[in-house]
């Protein structure tokens, strides 16, 4: 590392005298010992989340709780009892079938790979049924339809942007039918002359047909929303009581957890599910069910309001106005708390939010402080508007806030 580091240093002095500029050959030490630290520090880093938006995709989706550091072995496959081999989903199935009232349930790495399991498994070369107002298309061009045929299905489409009717679905099934597929939309929101079947008499519709009901939850939601301020939204054991053979969801939105899919429903079809090739290739692995496993439990103990994403929808204004205040002081001349509204993010409640506090700081150069607070040594991700850098501290710890506060002069001076 310290010849990388002198290399590095080397180089940026060849470049400043090639270019005319003047060159103080002391600076080499300096040059090497930035370039030394900047080698020494993890790329996948600590930050802090003042963006306003609680599940920002790009810091991760949902911040974990403080969950206990993992060992260097675990019994991921190992069963205690016995010594003999064991099976790595036994660690978080009991839990999920107890929050969800689920036969069955499998987790795999993402929730495009558990539906996308879950049609291999069941539908290939089969038709599936999907409304046209639930194409959904999430971040990074994931498409729906895209991921039904990639599985080996055959896309029928039914209805109307804004409204499919149950007769739909029904004139769509033919002797090919393996499926009416059923998908949240949950980053966008169709509003006025609309309408949806209601998912239990699409369940009672497949059910008489003998085919199946697959439902996409993707938000992965277990608690009562409207206890938060928030709109109603569908947990996955109402997805399961409304009939729906199969659900998928997501485990880092709103259930608060690692990044994951979750697959949940009769036992038949989740074992079947388990046992196809495709599940070793989207396998989840023990960092993943180590830190599941704590959020599950958080749920099972009844301490859901320790899941960050449920501590900061649920956080006190008056709490949130004094962070915001403190930031306001740290910045001096030039900063303003005004109120405003934290998003949920990660596809989560179009259009709703949480009422915050949030500190704008005036600078001549937007970009440039936004730029120095991710370059701290823990990282600080703000948001540009209106031509202010805003802080939210809805999402913060105490001792992050402190931390900002603690850096923002030096900043300001810099810029």
Request: aromatic share 4%; glycine share 10%.
């Amino acid at each position: 590392m310290r010849v990388k580091a002198s290399r590095e240093a080397i180089r940026r002095a060849r470049e400043a005298l090639m270019a005319g500029s003047p060159f103080d050959l002391a600076r080499l030490e300096f040059l090497a010992v930035e370039a030394a630290k900047r080698l020494q520090a993890r790329s996948l880093r600590g930050a802090i989340n003042l963006s306003g938006v609680i599940l920002h995709t790009g810091l991760g989706r949902a911040r974990l709780p403080n969950v206990e550091p993992m060992p260097g072995h675990v019994n991921l496959e190992t069963d205690i009892e016995t010594g003999d081999r064991g099976d790595r989903q036994s660690h978080v199935r009991s839990l999920l079938k107890e929050l969800t009232g689920a036969e069955d349930a499998l987790v795999v790495n993402n929730c495009a790979a558990a539906l996308m399991l879950v049609l291999r498994a069941h539908c290939r070369d089969a038709e599936v049924v999907l409304s046209r107002g639930q194409m959904i298309e999430i971040g990074g061009s994931y498409r729906m339809p895209d991921i039904v045929r990639e599985s080996g299905c055959r896309l029928v489409e039914v209805g109307c942007t804004n409204k499919t009717h149950l007769a739909d679905y029904e004139q769509a099934i033919g002797d090919n039918t393996s499926a009416l597929l059923r998908c949240s939309t949950s980053n966008y929101k169709i509003i006025g002359f609309t309408d949806q079947p209601d998912p239990r008499d699409l369940a009672a519709l497949a059910h008489e047909q003998g085919i199946l009901l697959i439902d996409d939850l993707g938000s992965g939601c277990l608690v009562e929303t409207p206890s938060f301020g928030l709109p109603k939204e569908r947990t996955l054991g109402e997805a399961l009581n409304d009939g729906a053979d199969l659900v998928t969801a997501s485990g880092d939105k709103l259930l608060g957890g690692p990044q994951c899919g979750i697959v949940l429903g009769r036992h038949d079809l989740v074992s079947r599910a388990s046992q196809h090739p495709l599940a070793r290739a989207v396998r989840v692995d023990k960092l993943t069910l180590w830190a599941l496993e704590a959020v599950l439990r958080l749920y099972s103990e009844g301490r859901a309001e320790e899941i960050p994403v449920w501590k900061y929808v649920g956080r006190p204004l008056v709490s949130v106005f004094k962070d915001a205040r403190t930031l306001a002081r740290a910045w001096g001349e030039g900063a303003h708390v005004e109120t405003g509204t934290t998003e949920l993010g990660g596809g989560s409640f179009p259009g709703a939010g949480i009422p915050t506090h949030r500190t704008g700081l005036q600078s001549p150069a937007p970009d440039r402080l936004a730029g120095a607070l991710r370059k701290l040594d823990i990282p600080v991700v703000a948001r540009i508007e209106k031509g202010l850098v805003w802080l939210d501290p809805r999402t913060a710890e105490s001792d992050e806030v402190k931390y900002v506060a603690k850096e923002l002069p030096s900043i300001k001076q810099s810029l």
